[in-house]
């Protein structure tokens, strides 16, 4: 299962990526502008508890000196965790920038491993279809020989084909050698005949004879 990686490119190569941009340091804005209603982590966290103090005063749940108490140890307590905060605040950004790589790198492996099983898967199957094809060739030089495959199958198609017509122009061949010899045969006797009437024919040349030899001419040449 392929992982689309694009939106995790275009966070972290583009214009905006956290990447490039450069770490800034704390200064003392960061933690308070000095002023009650300032921006500082300090000043908007001491912002919620003096409301919350000022609510509890409001409705008589604490006195003056219990609303004193209070004011010191959570002012105390406001600053000591406001500059941890900020101190951790990078820290914890960059963190999650770490771990976002992480991911990518992790779907790239995956990805590169999935390709490199399709890339595997492809070139077994080219190598089977070579072997295929190699051995088709040695069958095809085996069979200019044999009449059979490996396998022990009769040789068929276009080479099967070819033999047959080889075979048969042999035999054309030795037909039409029989032939011409039982030809020149006949045609010597004529002339001797022609010579010499009281010949007698040989014993090849009877009317039996004949008609065994043109019966088995005719057989063989029979389509």
């Keep these: 299962m392929s992982v689309d990686l694009s939106q995790f ?21 960061d933690l308070t502008e000095r002023k009650v209603d300032g921006c500082g982590t300090f000043d908007v966290l001491m912002s919620s508890v003096y409301a919350h103090l000022r609510t509890e005063f409001d409705k008589n749940r604490i006195t003056g000196a219990e609303y004193t108490k209070a004011y010191i140890a959570l002012t105390e307590s406001v600053i000591s965790n406001s500059v941890q905060f900020l101190l951790q605040k990078e820290t914890s950004y960059w963190q ?34 070579q072997r295929k094809l190699v051995k088709e060739q040695m069958e095809s030089q085996l069979a200019q020989t044999l009449d059979v495959r490996t396998d022990s199958a009769a040789v068929s198609g276009l080479i099967k084909t070819q033999k047959d ?7 054309s061949y030795k037909r ?11 045609d010597t006797w004529t002339t001797q005949k022609t010579v010499d009437e009281g010949l007698t024919a040989p014993t090849q040349v009877s009317n039996a ?15």
């Design 9 to 29: 490119y275009d966070y972290l190569n583009g214009t905006d990526s956290p990447l490039l941009r450069k770490p800034c340091s704390v200064d003392n804005s």
């Design 96 to 129: 999650a920038v770490a771990g976002q790589l992480e991911v990518v790198k992790t779907a790239k492996a995956i990805e590169e491993i999935e390709q490199n099983i399709i890339n595997k898967t492809k070139e077994a199957l080219i190598l089977d279809e």
């Design 165 to 171: 017509l080889y075979k048969q122009q042999i035999d």
């Design 176 to 186: 039409d050698a029989e032939t011409k010899v039982g030809k020149l045969l006949i």
């Design 209 to 223: 004879n004949l008609d065994t030899l043109i019966s088995a001419l005719r057989s063989r040449n029979t389509i």
